[in-house]
């Protein structure tokens, strides 16, 4: 049987990481794991501690969608860092790598990304990035990296989520041990934050990865809707979308459908 335990004493005997999860807070159940990490850092939290938990009776996505999720499924971690301006805006693309090339190295499978922050493998979603951040004065105070990653859930048991979510375990046939899939995606996160902070470009891998692109899309941004052809993505991973007039836009954030 895999490994569920993902206490810090567990995670501890395996991660080989210098910062992010040396200092770890587990809890059994939370409301959001991204609530906690906002509370910790009013008490000084260090940069690199991680908030994970088994449950969470209040999690959520992008957009202000609801995160579901059964007790002892999935990965349910928040990041706490403290980035400068041009880090932050790179930290969406070193989350999905990370979740990426952890899931690649630990199980062989091949994920890609949906623009902008959503993992898939085999079309389905399997994992969610949000990030939350605070300014002061025109500085970054703080972000949080949330990371939901579906694991050995089944997505049949969950109707809002069933034709369109999968997991490693739906995929492979078989459970997968919680604590290898954390300990190696924090030591991938590590090593794409750090490369963030030495001034190295990680968009081409990401750009690699990313399905939407070459294909007719449809963007949504709240009232704002969009249509064209997904034909790049800039070094801070913004969407460029050539228009039907033949302009080409630059878009920040949104959801992205493809065209019938």
Known sequence: MPEIDISPASLHRKLRTKFIGQNILYYPVTSSTMDMAKQVIRDGAEEGTIVIADRQTAGRGRLGRKWLSPPDSSILLSI???PKLDELLRL???????????IEKATGLEPTIKWPNDVLIKGKKVSGILIESDFQ???VSYAIVGIALNVNLDPSSIPE?????????EVLGQEVSRLEILRCLLGEFEELYRALRRGEPIDREW???LETLGKEVTV???EDVREGYAE?????????????DGSLVTIAAGDVTLKA
């Open 80 to 82: 706490i860092l403290y």
């Open 92 to 102: 969406n693309m070193a989350a999905c790598l990370a979740v990426a090339q952890s």
């Open 137 to 139: 004065g025109g500085s």
């Open 161 to 169: 989520i069933s034709e369109t979510a999968t997991s490693l375990k």
């Open 207 to 209: 750009r690699r990865r």
């Open 220 to 222: 949504r941004c709240g």
């Open 232 to 244: 790049s993505v800039d070094e801070d991973g913004n969407l460029l979308l050539r228009c039907p």
